[in-house]
């Protein structure tokens, strides 16, 4: 497989060094390559999908992936696409976090292939050892003050000021490129497109530490083609952590996918061949209302981050939600879809009027606009359709004892729990 024409079909190639070049080794030989995350969180997020599953590709067409984990890096603070200063993090944070981060990255690349295993390697190993003598002699040296200024990532930050701590990654970057290329014979770094001029300088680095054949590469940043940032929801960002992000809202993020978005995001974000995707084009076109191409993205993209099950799991919860009948719902796919919509803790009761409770779950301003909701049959419990305005909701009702999905309208939920 051509691995740079499959990249350049999904719109995942954006920049790259001697393309020519890089294309012949591809094609002759195994080729070490690696994309590095620096770990600024106990959990990456979708923003790091895209180069997670391009070392993926990589992998898939013969090549040896290397996830480099930033546990040195991660002590400093990248200044790329950023215009204020990161806060730094404590020396047990980062080591956490690093865990964290090679726990997630295990879930995706192959570590046990018999020619072209993965590998996962924390850039602290060598950066800790460093010495401030070695490291201005040895490293610093082959940087000049105008070559950084130049690169965008600084430039960009020089208004508002930048630290010589976040100034001084891009040598640290470089350095890492130099060390895998020392050590693993790697000849490629790929990353976002923010990340680009921290390539190149990488590049020029090992050229003036020994030389050798290497290759740079960048994928574009996603954005929507609404103008709205990628990777947002109203709740916040789409972390690939089930426990900060639950296996449903990160379907639902992808199911809400805007037809504009959704072919280019399914060759983003999913193994599915051109054939597939061209007959989910030719599907949205001819049929846009059925969604089909925005279920197929919800469901490859959570497969591959979740697993099997979890789809098996969230399409349980969207099917029950649509039809009403959540009493099919296990108490943890329960809870899971309580935690996408608004809900309300209310105390222990024999029974509670079911106007108090809509009021109570933010479905209705008022008791005298619940009483109109609940006239005009737009109330549901459970799934079941209430029409008394003196409805007590018994103790009887409660899923697993404790918990009530009310509904106002099509799409108005709020779940009542309890206690």
Known sequence: MDVLEELEYRGLLHQVTNREKLSEKLASERVVLYCGFDPTADSLHIGSLLPILTLVRFQQAGHRSIALVGGGTGLIGDPSGRSSERSLNGPETVAAWTDSLKRQLSRFLDFEAPENAARLISNYDWIAPL?????????????????MLAKDSVD????????????????????????????????????????????????????????????????????KSDGKKFGKSESGAIWLDRNKTTAYQFYQFWLNTDDADVVRFLKYFTFLSREEIAALEAELQASPEKRIAQKTLARE???????????????????????????????????????????????????????????????????????????????????????????????????????????????????????
């Open 131 to 147: 010495d401030v003598i070695s490291f201005l002699r040895d490293v610093g040296k082959h940087f000049t003050v105008n070559y």
């Open 156 to 223: 960009s930050r020089l208004a508002n000021g930048i630290s010589f701590t976040e100034f001084s990654y891009m040598i640290l970057q470089s350095y890492d490129f130099h060390k895998l290329h020392e050590e693993y014979g790697c000849s490629l770094q790929i990353g976002g497109s923010d990340q680009w001029g921290n390539i190149t300088a990488g590049l020029d680095l090992i050229g003036k530490m020994g030389g050798g054949e290497a290759f740079g590469m960048t994928m574009p940043l996603v954005t």
């Open 301 to 419: 993209v959570t497969r591959i981050v979740h697993g099997p099950e979890a789809v098996e799991s969230v399409e349980k919860i969207t099917q029950s939600l649509f039809s009403g009948d959540v009493s099919a719902l296990g108490e943890d796919e329960l809870l899971e879809a309580m935690q996408d919509m608004a809900s309300a803790v209310v105390k222990e009761a024999d029974g509670s009027l079911l106007i108090d409770l809509l009021v109570a779950a933010n479905l209705a301003p008022s008791k005298r606009q619940a009483r109109q909701d609940i006239e005009s049959g737009a109330v549901y419990v459970n799934g079941v359709k209430q029409s008394g305005i003196d409805t007590v909701i018994g103790a009887d009702q409660r899923l697993h004892g404790k918990y009530l999905i009310l509904r106002r309208g099509k799409k108005n939920y709020s779940g009542v729990r309890f206690e």
